[in-house]
């Protein structure tokens, strides 16, 4: 995109885009794996509706567990897409247009989500099933269908994404020069 009045280009990096997708994708992925080792339950809610049944209610020590998980998995949820729009802006000279500030940040978070659904879900939970993540009272062999649970989450996220890229491309394409 050309910014007309300044006649400079502003562009995207498919390799920024990238690069940020995989660094987002492996800071949440250890957070993810992490947790599902110490206490699959703190996942809860990521089961499917069937599995969810058979366990039970969450137990609060897996509530408690899960508000510790939740804040580090949301400031890299927020921060990493936020850092790469900057990192982004940097590389335009200090410029950065809100569509592709919204192209980069919803990329980043979309390179997550297919890495959260082929690696974590499909291969690890599904394909792999290591006891450590699987819910206490259920059997592994439970795990071996639930490919369209995890694909509807999957297109959920999609349209889920769209908020935080959107607030994110707004304040990174923003000069906040004091006047």
Known sequence: MINRRAGVR?????????????????????????????????????????????????????????????????????????????????????????KNGFINAYAVYTLFGLFDLLVIDYLLLIRLRPRFAVLPGTDDREYANDFAYHLNGFLKGLGFGMIPSLIIAYLTSRSWKRR
């Open 10 to 98: 502003d562009q995207l990096s498919v390799k920024r885009t990238l690069i940020d997708g995989a660094v987002l994708s492996a800071v949440q992925g250890s957070i993810i794996v992490a947790s599902l080792y110490y206490n699959p339950e703190i996942w809860y809610d990521d089961y499917p509706p069937e599995i969810q049944a058979k366990v039970g209610p969450m137990s609060a020590a897996a509530k408690k567990q899960r508000l510790i998980v939740a804040t580090p998995f949301l400031v890299s949820m927020l921060g990493l897409p936020s850092y790469s729009n900057l990192k982004l802006k940097r590389e335009n000279h200090g410029r950065l247009s809100f």
